[in-house]
């Protein structure tokens, strides 16, 4: 059994910054990709970024520039710094790993619970 945990997400002004980070426990062999999506309301869930196994990254387009993914393998867990907030930024985000569990030979997705972010003007 796996369970992926988000920290709490927040409510900031239009400009400021936010940090979230996801922690994954349980049987884990190895963690591949992480990311971060979110969805806002009546939209699709979209990603915000990626970050592969070996630290390559990935970003949206609307998002690059004001956020950077890092990961800290020892943990089992992956951040997501946000900066420059704006309103569109508000949406529930959650977190995302692709994870080998032990003594299983397959990759399985796993999703955090979620955690509102939400950006006042």
């Known amino acids: 059994q796996v369970q992926l945990v988000e920290s709490r997400g927040g409510l900031v002004h239009t400009g400021g910054s936010l940090r979230l980070s996801c922690a994954a426990s349980?049987?884990?062999?190895?963690?591949?990709?992480m990311g971060w999506y979110r969805q806002a309301p009546g939209k699709q869930r979209e990603l915000v970024a990626g970050?592969?196994?070996?630290?390559?990254?990935r970003y949206a387009e609307s998002m690059k520039g004001r956020v950077t993914i890092s990961r800290d393998n020892a943990k089992n867990t992956v951040y997501l710094q946000m900066n420059s907030l704006k309103p569109e930024d508000t949406a529930v985000y959650y977190c995302?790993?692709?994870?080998?569990?032990?003594?299983?030979?397959?990759?399985?997705?796993?999703w955090g619970q979620g955690t509102q972010v939400t950006v006042s003007s």
């Open positions: 995302y790993m692709e994870i080998v569990l032990a003594g299983h030979p397959q990759r399985y997705d796993y």
């Open positions: 970050i592969t196994s070996g630290g390559r990254t």
């Open positions: 349980g049987s884990i062999f190895s963690i591949n990709d």
